[in-house]
């Protein structure tokens, strides 16, 4: 899901950086594109030596420059400019034609032309400096915010996919979060109100107050009301002027999968219910008594259900994003009927296959935020094992070996 990481590779000739960055396989035809320039601006003075004076090649010197333009940093682009200037008064003074007035022009536009060019490579790299410090702080503020999920939690195994629907970022208004307690891995995942970079406020409180109440080992009916409490305390902080703090919320499903008991205990606040994987069917965990969004209900508004979650059996979390991408036809994603068949998979094997197929369903890129976890009951781990997948998954890293 997560798109194709873009590398930056410099090129270049004699030393010289072409400093633009690059897709995979691209360097081979810029340094091609650039010994063409070259090669331009030092035919043009030998050929018009040997050509009959009705023949001028000079034209072809405007066209060095522009080429290099394309794809060369602003110092190669001004190398190039300035060579095509020295050939072309080079091939003016072969023919003794330097001071006429055609000769003159064309060493006038050219002069501009080349300026022109230099200027537009100096203003895309400053615009790709920019974009790259974006790039950064984007990933950056995703490994704090949004940390990645462990492979392994107590005696569960998990893996996840995110896309986030604002271009050059990773992050947007869906959440996920997996933590664990002494006994019991807990599993929170979420959508803000709204998409993109404006929903972080919320994205961040909603993760933070999760994260803190497991490290306090509170109960999930407790983890719950302090996750209500924190995003209204968030909700009205952060709310600008002219925007109504109830109108934002969050969606959620707080998940808690004892070690010792083949139950997964859940409280769903207007969120999509998850579906369980068991025996080739997908079957969505519907609570009783839903439970308004976080930010709209009461701290007691929301009951804590639970559902058979045995050895072998797949979990499915996932935000609208997912169910709500369409077709060429408009017809919404059909998730429940299409992960059915895939329910013997592997937790990572059944995120990719759901990504690829999700990627041939829908034309283009998703125009949503889009969260997916698959979580599988695996054999408990020893007690050492355990101790050691508590001790790094609280500090939010993936345990060693």
Known sequence: MRASTVRDRDAGLAGLSLHTPALPGTRLPRRALLVISVCLVLAVPAIDHVTPPYVHLAPTLFVAAAITATFASALVTAMIGVGAVAAEIVAALDRGTLTTEEVIVKLMALVVLSGCMVMFCHLRERYERDLMRVRSISKATQRVVLRPLPERSGPVSIASAYHAAEADTDLGGDLYAVTRTADSTRVLIGDVRGKGLASISETAIMLEAFRASARLRTSPQKMVADLEESIRWGTAEFSGAGVDAGERFVTAVVVDIPDDEPVVRLVSRGHPPPLLLH???????????????????????YTVEAFPFEMGDLLLLYTDGLTEARNLERTFYPLAQRVAAWSDRDPQALVQKIAADLGEYVPGALCDDMAVIAIRREEPPAAGAASLVFEAVSEGCRPSG
């Open 279 to 301: 025996d080739g069917k997908a079957s969505p965990l519907q609570v009783s008594q839903p439970a308004p969004p976080f930010g709209l209900g009461d701290l007691d508004s």
